[in-house]
């Protein structure tokens, strides 16, 4: 009589103890296990990518590429929360039943390090893969080493300046928090007969309301964590811009966005190999 044999779940920890970790040329840590099903080289050109300035702050952190990543929660725990108890378990292989259970990736800490787990099988393609390795590495770089005072000067000038859109669900949460209501359109000068518009700055500058500081800094981050994502994923292969687009909030206008990858290129110029340009398609 024919059976299905049950894939046997393995703690994170076991797996991180046991799998070989490599150390790419850039710094970054990882490993892969179990059937993954990624093709060759092509993770290591993912993780070449990332400059080695950028690498340099991702101390104690290994990133494992595993099939499926599952997280048992507890009953009192919130589902998805992230920093929620319960144990981070991994299968080797994938199976439809898993995959229903599993989660892209969960942030496992033990022995004084920090151990990414992502789940390839969840992924449909280089994209998927690389943006989801990427943006973890944003928000692990933002822990590490903050944001450059530079950096937070130009998303501020923008957000006072109320530019179209954001990069992230986060950020534009945060930034209406931070400065209140985001207007896409000039506010009415006055109320005369003429029509008079000005500008969305001026319309920031006479506003009685305050910058919430605590949220400001929280936009911020997550600012800087989605641009260095973005601009790290423009290094590992072409892609449009609308591709990020999520139903939640309105995709930060194209200048707006380019100025911001602009000013990560300077501060984190490309590895040998890579190369970084903005392209504008005309309709």
């Known amino acids: 009589m024919g059976h299905t044999a049950q894939t046997e779940l393995l703690p994170a920890a076991e797996v991180a103890r046991q799998t070989p970790v490599t150390q790419a040329e850039n710094g ?24 080695r300035t950028v690498a340099a702050a991702l101390k104690h952190r290994a ?50 390090a920090d151990y990414i787990f992502i789940s390839t099988r969840l992924m449909q393609d280089k994209f998927a893969l690389a943006f989801e390795l990427f943006i973890n590495i944003g928000h692990h770089f933002v822990d590490a080493a903050g944001v450059p005072a530079s950096f937070g000067e130009l998303v501020d000038r923008q957000a006072m300046a109320q530019v179209r859109g954001e990069t992230s669900h986060d950020a534009w949460e945060s930034r209406a928090r931070a400065y209140g209501d985001i207007r896409t359109e000039p506010a009415e000068r006055g109320r005369g007969g003429r029509g008079e518009r000005m500008t969305a700055y001026e319309a920031a500058e006479n506003s009685s309301a305050r910058v919430d500081e605590k949220a400001k800094t929280a936009y911020i981050h997550a600012t800087f964590a989605d641009a260095l994502a973005i601009y790290l994923l423009s290094l590992t292969l072409d892609f449009d811009y609308a591709d990020l687009r999520e139903r939640e909030y309105p995709l930060l206008a194209p200048p707006a966005l380019a100025d911001r990858l602009r000013a990560v290129a300077a501060l984190f110029p490309p590895n040998a190999g890579y190369q970084f340009q903005v392209l504008y398609r005309r309709r």
């Open 28 to 51: 970054i840590c990882y490993a892969t296990f179990g059937d993954h099903k990624l093709p060759p080289g092509e993770l290591e050109q993912v993780i070449g990518a990332v400059p």
């Open 63 to 112: 990133y494992y590429f595993v099939p499926l990543t599952i997280h048992e929660q507890d009953e009192d725990s919130i589902p998805d929360d992230a920093h929620s108890s319960g144990e981070t378990l991994i299968a080797p292989q994938h199976t439809t039943e898993l995959s229903d259970r599993a989660i892209c990736h969960r942030n496992v800490h033990f022995a004084g």
